[in-house]
């Protein structure tokens, strides 16, 4: 029997197409899943005629895969994949691989690569990006764990892998251990920012400016032929077309409550615990925690007031101006996210390529846009560039944006239209072109109530001083520490 390249466990949705795309690519591939009836189901159907291998116990799996053996998890995160390295372990030899292309926290794929090594095999962590239809076609992968892993799987990684257009493959190695999967956080929390901050464009355009489906429909598939072009702007483009049986849009029925499944949550947490401000993807997840307190917000509509949107400006004017708010926002919400990836590959001893993760999320991923491209030549131009706002090139788009990001966030602030990411975003650029900012007061504060002591910009950086401010206090004070 011919021996499969590599083996798959998890037929759900994006396990099947991973095969479909492996075996498209010329790689033959071997599945099992625990309910064994998915995979009769899946070779009889999908895969029949098709180099791809059935298998109905973990031990034929490994016996039908070329040394060293891959074997990739596509199961739910968290309890599962640690179940099933468990079970995968006990047939595997030293230098054997296991890969977990699932959504896992990256904590979890630290402490899982030490476990794997530990046992004589290698471990790969992968974020995989692109849903359903990336995961065929072509998504962005981001891999990290064992370096020594790479060269065995990066053929068909590589292969399988969204390409730009000079061929590129949207995949490369991240770094060791929980690299890869940080940066896959890391893109998921960005979209998380991204889709937020074309909701309040949306809202503004509907409720400020009275604006119809279709109309916001044009609008976008404008902006998606210009500098915004992006997957969320075109696929936002698409729905706002789209109709119900009745006629009518059906965006306008569906109940206005989003969901989550928690890795902008982790982004925020990560940044919290490195002490980046990453306030714009902060912002959309707390959005969407207050959009699922609907029956709240729909008892406090009746008895809180505030004003009524009435636009009596240029229309045209202020649609452009959003488009202008939305660029500049989101040049805000990379810098934030590639501060917390530089932050994190400090903590961690990652030797992160940032142009060339941009590179990896410029196709077959969510968040893939013409935009990125930008992103990399920044890194190509300064490799050590500390924060995207100081690139020159997004250094002028944000200054020319400037006055009309201000106009809108002011205009919707004036008429009750809530805009968190807008508005932080705007925040963070004037928090962070400020020479010198009221933490000064804070410092007293903390020195006043907790003797936290304070630094003076009459001495050098790095000598502390504590003010016996009420003059009943002592000279003892607290040590001092930074976030």
């Known amino acids: 029997m011919n021996k499969a390249d590599i083996g798959l466990i998890g037929l759900a949705v994006m396990g099947e197409n991973l095969v479909m795309n492996m075996e498209s690519k010329g790689f033959t591939v071997a599945v099992f899943n625990r309910t064994t009836q998915k995979v009769s189901a899946f070779i009889e159907g999908r895969a029949k005629g098709k180099n791809i291998i059935g298998t109905y116990s973990l031990q034929e799996l490994v016996d039908s895969l070329k040394k060293p053996r891959k074997v990739m998890l596509m199961v ?8 099933f390295i468990d079970m995968v372990l006990p047939y595997l030899d030293k230098g054997d691989i296991i890969i977990d292309g699932g959504n896992s926290h990256f904590p979890d794929t630290i402490r899982r690569t030490k476990y794997v090594e530990e046992k004589g095999m290698l471990y790969i962590g992968t974020g995989v990006s692109g849903g359903e239809e990336g995961a065929l076609k072509g998504p962005s992968m981001m891999p990290g764990g064992s370096p020594q892993a790479w060269p065995h799987v990066k053929e068909i990684f590589q292969a399988i892998a969204a390409k730009v257009e000079d061929g590129s493959p949207c995949c490369d190695w991240v770094g060791e251990d929980g690299a890869g999967h940080f940066v896959k956080m890391v893109h998921n929390g960005i979209e998380y920012g991204d889709m937020q901050l074309i909701c309040e464009a949306y809202h503004l355009m509907k409720d400020l400016l009275g604006m119809s489906a279709d109309e916001m429909h044009e609008v ?78 729909v008892e406090a509509s009746k008895v809180l007031e505030g004003p009524s949107p009435m636009f009596e400006g240029d229309r045209k004017a ?74 020159p090139f997004f250094r002028q788009k944000v200054v020319n944006a400037q006055e009309s990001w201000r106009r809108v966030t002011a205009t919707a602030l004036l008429h009750g239209i809530p805009v968190p990411a807008f508005t932080t975003a705007l925040c963070y650029f004037d928090g962070f072109r400020s020479e010198r900012l009221p933490a000064n007061l804070l410092q007293a504060q903390r020195d006043y109530f907790g003797a936290h002591t304070y630094e003076r910009i009459d001495r050098p950086r790095g000598e502390f001083f504590h003010t016996n401010w009420t003059g009943t206090g002592g000279s003892t004070s607290a040590s001092t520490y930074t976030v």
């Open 76 to 83: 739910k995160a968290g309890k599962p994949v640690d179940d």
């Open 220 to 297: 976008f598939k404008d902006w998606n032929e210009g500098e915004l072009n992006s997957y969320l702007i075109e696929i936002t483009r698409d729905i706002l077309a789209f109709k119900d049986e009745d006629g009518k849009p059906i965006v306008d029925k569906i109940l206005d409550t989003a969901g989550q499944k928690g890795t902008g949550k982790w982004t925020g947490i990560a940044a919290l615990d490195e002490g980046v401000p990453l306030t714009l993807i902060g912002e959309a997840v707390f959005s969407r925690c207050l959009s699922a307190m609907k029956n709240e917000r």
């Open 318 to 391: 202020m649609v452009e101006d959003i488009r202008k708010a939305l660029y500049a926002s989101k040049i805000v919400s990379y810098a934030q996210g590639y501060t917390l990836l530089q932050a994190a590959a400090k903590t961690y001893g990652w030797d992160l390529n940032y142009g060339g993760i941009a590179l990896m999320w410029r196709g077959g991923c969510i968040i893939r846009s013409t935009f990125l491209g930008k992103i990399k030549e920044a890194f190509d131009n300064n490799p050590g560039l500390t924060n995207l706002l100081l690139d």
